[in-house]
């Protein structure tokens, strides 16, 4: 049987994925998309330059093992980076992995030009003057890079952030989409990009805001009719950051103003950071083209911390305010809170009053009880897994036969309930649903929940199933 790309490529990452990490091998090789095999070299696309630079200098021995398995020595990685110009043209980049048997590769210096920038483009809209009023960039001092501890679960953005902090507006990440669930440090990292600019760059214009106030600031510009300097005033900020872009979802006229900003400041080498709380592919109600924009950079998601990163996070904070906690009691906060990061620093502070409020020693039994009234203020979150069990327990059928590709009616429609599921109960976007219910992609998921929704309205029976798994994941 003839080889083909996708074939080897499933060789190799069923051998990467014995090899590392969970949570680096959903960051950097679940986005990858096998191209072509051309004789010994394999093509794959992969989404940025970031990316690809990423990949050489942490996993080239490993992908060069995995691919020498099934091509033999002569094999060759030819990496393929498509990026979008201002005006829409794709930019072609490869790189190839030599069959050498050196440790690592060096990459190239490539320039993939990402906007056409004229030095004699004038803004018009800069109303003079402006220049020398100062404006307060909205910053947080206390959130730095220093105390955004990295992780697997946050490396990808926290590393992005870096890259655009030392040149900002001349990286491949323009925009930079930071997101993720709530309290998983979207904000802190994005003050901290901004921190750090500042302090590289004053000369440079940052600006924070939320989506939610730059979303009223333009509704008081209509209303005074004033909004041709509402835009001006945005487009001479050097490197803007939107807080909670998803806010901008069904206002119409204010994601129109806020895309004639972001093309002029895209088209001039100035940098927008934005945060959302999901991808911009499972974002309902914002424009097509404001979207197409959103995928101009890097989408950079934050996702729950695991156990050791948990730790460190409650260590750092300890460490920061100068207070010592026995490593049993760390532990023991760190296993329990294990979704958001600033109910686990909430947690600490709290044990940290009541033992100094009611002169108590921190322990055990104290952080039990801190940590009783925080888990039970907050929601359970259920699990993909947890999820897809309930639903094939409840149709009689092994999990293994709900991801599989047969498409028996009563066998699809569980997975489709597996699918609606998830993105009800969870944080998780839909690209990372359809990958952990049967390698699905975030389409299949789309068409899984509307189809959910039709037939529980049409169907009585099929109501009855929703209700009832309901009730079984509510408990």
């Known amino acids: 049987m003839s080889k083909t790309a996708q074939t080897v490529w499933n060789n190799c990452l069923e051998f990467i994925k014995d090899n590392i990490q969970p949570q680096a091998y959903k960051t950097w090789f679940e986005p990858i998309i096998a191209v072509k095999l051309t004789d010994n070299a394999l093509s794959i696309q992969v989404p940025s330059k970031f990316f690809y630079e990423w990949l050489e200098e942490h996993y080239v021995k490993i992908l060069k093992v995995s691919l020498t398995k099934e091509l033999g ?3 060759k990685l030819v990496y393929i980076i498509k990026m979008e110009n201002t ?3 794709k930019q072609p980049f490869t790189e190839k992995i030599p069959s050498s048997n050196r440790s690592a590769v060096k990459s190239q210096e490539v320039d993939i030009p990402l906007k056409n920038k004229n030095p004699e483009l004038r803004n018009p809209f800069v109303i003079p003057g402006i220049r020398n009023v100062k404006i307060e960039s909205q910053l947080n001092p206390n959130y730095s890079f220093e105390n955004f501890l990295e992780g697997d679960s946050n490396r990808l953005a926290r590393s992005a952030g870096l890259a655009v902090a030392a040149k900002p507006g001349g990286t491949s990440f323009n925009p930079l989409l930071i997101f993720g669930g709530v309290g998983l440090g979207k904000t802190h990292l994005v003050h901290a990009i901004g921190v750090d600019i500042k302090d590289k760059y004053p000369e440079k214009t940052v600006l924070y805001i939320s989506a939610e106030k730059f979303t009223q600031q333009y509704i008081d510009s209509v209303k005074k009719n004033n909004r041709n300097d509402f835009i001006h005033f945005y487009q001479i900020i050097d490197v803007l950051i939107i807080d909670d872009v998803q806010f901008l979802s069904g206002k119409t006229g204010t994601q129109d103003v806020f895309f004639h900003i972001f093309n002029h400041l895209h088209q001039n080498g100035k940098q ?3 945060t959302s709380d999901k991808a911009p592919v499972d974002m309902q109600d914002i424009e097509q083209r404001l979207l197409s924009r959103f995928k101009w950079g890097l989408s950079a998601e934050l996702q729950t911390p695991d156990f050791e990163t948990r730790v460190s996070i409650v260590k750092n904070k300890l460490y920061r305010d100068g ?4 490593d049993d009691i760390i532990d023991y906060v ?8 600033r109910e686990l620093e909430g947690a600490i502070i709290s044990l940290i009053a009541q033992s100094s409020f009611n002169k108590k020693e921190v322990t055990l039994d104290l952080a039990r009880i801190v940590v009783e009234k925080f888990v039970k203020n907050t929601k359970r979150e259920v699990s993909i897994d947890y999820i897809q069990k309930v639903v094939s327990d409840y149709f009689q ?8 590709k047969t498409r028996k009616r009563h066998i699809v429609q569980a997975r ?6 998830a993105k009800k109960f969870t944080k998780a976007s839909l690209a ?4 952990q219910i049967g390698k699905r992609d975030h389409a299949t998921v789309l068409h899984a929940c509307k189809t959910v929704d039709n037939l529980t309205s049409t169907d009585k029976q099929f109501k009855k199933y929703v209700d009832d798994i309901t009730k079984k994941l509510s408990v």
Do not use: C, R, W
């Open 397 to 404: 059928m092994d999990v293994s036969t709900l991801q599989s």
């Open 416 to 421: 489709q309930l597996a699918m609606f599921f």
């Open 87 to 89: 005006y829409g043209n």
């Open 73 to 75: 020595e002569k094999a």
């Open 323 to 326: 207070v010592d906690m026995p």
């Open 334 to 341: 760190a296993k329990n809170i294990k979704s958001n990061v």
């Open 272 to 274: 927008v950071i934005l």
């Open 432 to 435: 990372s649903i359809g990958s």
